[in-house]
């Protein structure tokens, strides 16, 4: 089963979640911001999670630490390894030197960010399918419905359901549905 969705789905923990559960996977990469604007970003760095090794764009080469505090973040300090640097200016403004930040799920983001990049095939389907899922997601919020009108799950969900049926059936009517001899009939589709 294919999985739509936009960065604020495209965390490490929901990647891998839908990744495990077999579905293929259309979420959109959260672009990554340098730390100079125009310099580099995370992907122009080689790490090596395994080897617990990251190296620069200028080919300096530090320790991965081990992962650490509430989110399990491993860093990479270049510290001292940035002065005189030929690159510096393209990779950070911090006086003691550039720190990468690397969170658990690093491996399956660059992949993501890479796959959506460079392969033709994920991009066609992402384009081809992508609008339709927006347009649905508006039609559902239209009208003053982003917010919940109820207190409560079951409430909400029962609105959500009806929500849904009401903007299904609407489409089904606008696609040329009938009800004739007690018998729902779709108008085939024309040449």
């Excluded at 080689?46 to 491993?74: E, F, M, W, Y």
């Excluded at 001899?181 to 085939?188: I, K, Q, V």
Aim: glycine share 8%; net charge positive; hydrophobic share 35%.
């Amino acid at each position: 089963m294919d999985a739509f969705g936009d960065t604020a789905y495209s965390t490490g923990d929901v990647r891998q979640a839908l990744h495990r559960a077999g579905h293929r996977l259309f979420l959109k990469p959260a672009p990554l911001r340098p730390a100079v604007p125009g310099g580099f970003t995370l992907d122009d760095f080689a790490i090596d999670t395994t080897a617990a090794k990251v190296t620069c764009p200028a080919g300096h080469a530090v320790a991965l630490s081990n992962p650490g505090g509430q989110h399990h973040q491993r860093k990479a300090s270049f510290g001292d390894l940035c002065t005189g640097c030929h690159l510096r200016e393209r990779c950070t403004k911090a006086k003691a030197g550039r720190i990468l930040t690397i969170r658990p799920h690093h491996d399956l983001q660059a992949a993501a960010r890479h796959q959506a990049a460079t392969d033709p095939g994920w991009q066609a389907d992402h384009r081809r399918w992508r609008p339709p899922v927006e347009r649905a997601v508006a039609w559902l919020v239209h009208h003053g419905n982003r917010r919940l009108r109820y207190r409560g799950t079951i409430k909400n969900d029962t609105w959500l359901h009806t929500r849904a049926a009401a903007l299904n059936l609407r489409r089904l009517i606008n696609l040329g549905l009938t009800h004739t001899s007690g018998t729902w009939h779709l108008a085939p589709a024309g040449p």
